[in-house]
């Protein structure tokens, strides 16, 4: 059973291709590289024995993208991470993000129709709810006024697939993450931000190991109890494994509806300042941080109902936040043991 991930080389999509195989699908990867690296391919096959095929192209280009389809009509579904997705970048850098983010899909969905491929999950995010008014939130919850053009690409994504679903054979499961942390035991693959990471954990763990000079908290003056804002972590493997769910879904022909969207997240929501506790713990390190203003755009709180993906998916996150900060930890440490060689 072939899947195409596109953006494997990618935090997420490497831990989902993972999964993939070692649950006996073959994988196909399509990255451009242009948020990771070609030697993830090599970390895949060391932790599962099995090298995926790998093209490095730009989805946003049509012809390769219906060339790639053309060649690999075989492909039963498609798990659609490739995208851009550092906020502050597409605020100054909207077109970009629209261009990257839209396009790609498109291409992908004119390809899947042109070669009668069916199956879509796609990558969502929590941030389509902005600061919901009731919590935890669920699925059903209304989609706020995106914050920046970043989350206005997986709003309108997920109109476009809504859309495309009417008049094609296409189904779709839109998978709305929550806070993906950690990284994978084997400390073989894991999150590698280019540049000054944007979110808290790399940030963290970029600190402690000294690349960084100190973690700033942005803002401990919101109404929650330590002040600090609120998120629901989840481990990126108990994410990977959504998708291995979400798909085998898909093709058993189980969807109750031909676009389905689930929550991923633990349904717990920690605070910035309860992060840094755990991470202080599990690396018996202390983390030199200071507390600055608010940053704009970030919402105060905010955590899944994940009432409806347990029970329709089977699928429930099972690693706890010490366990996510720890894996962090470890992956860091490896990584730049490896990278001073
Ligand atoms: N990490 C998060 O916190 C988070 C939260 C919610 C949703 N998401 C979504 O999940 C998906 C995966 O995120 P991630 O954290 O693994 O990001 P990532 O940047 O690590 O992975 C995305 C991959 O896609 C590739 N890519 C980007 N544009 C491409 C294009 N046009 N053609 C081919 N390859 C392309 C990049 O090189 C990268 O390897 C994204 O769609 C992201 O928006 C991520």
Redesign the pocket.
Known sequence: MKILV?????????HTVVELQQQGFEVVI???????QAG?VDSIKKITGIRPHFE??????SDKTSEFFRRHYDIKGVI??????AVGESVEKPLLYYR??L??LMNILDSMIANNVQNLV??????VYGQPDELPVSENAPIKKAESP?GN??QISEEILQDTIRSSKIQTIAL??????GAHETALIG???LGIPN?LVPFITQTAIGLRQQLSVFGDNYNTPDGTAIRDYIH?VDLAKAHVVAVTRMIEDKMKEPFEVFNLGTGNGYSVLDVIKSFEKVSGQKLNYKIVDRRAGDVEKVWADSTFSNEELGWKASKELDEMTASAWKWEKAYRAKVSQ
């Open positions: 596109t953006g494997g080389t990618g935090y997420i999509g490497s399509v990255d451009n590289l242009s948020n990771s993830v490095q192209f730009d989805l946003a280009n659609h991470f490739a995208a851009f997705k990257n983010n396009v790609s796609f990558s969502s995010s929590c941030t970043y690409t997986k709305r993450y929550f806070n993906p942390i999150e590698l931000p979110n990126v």
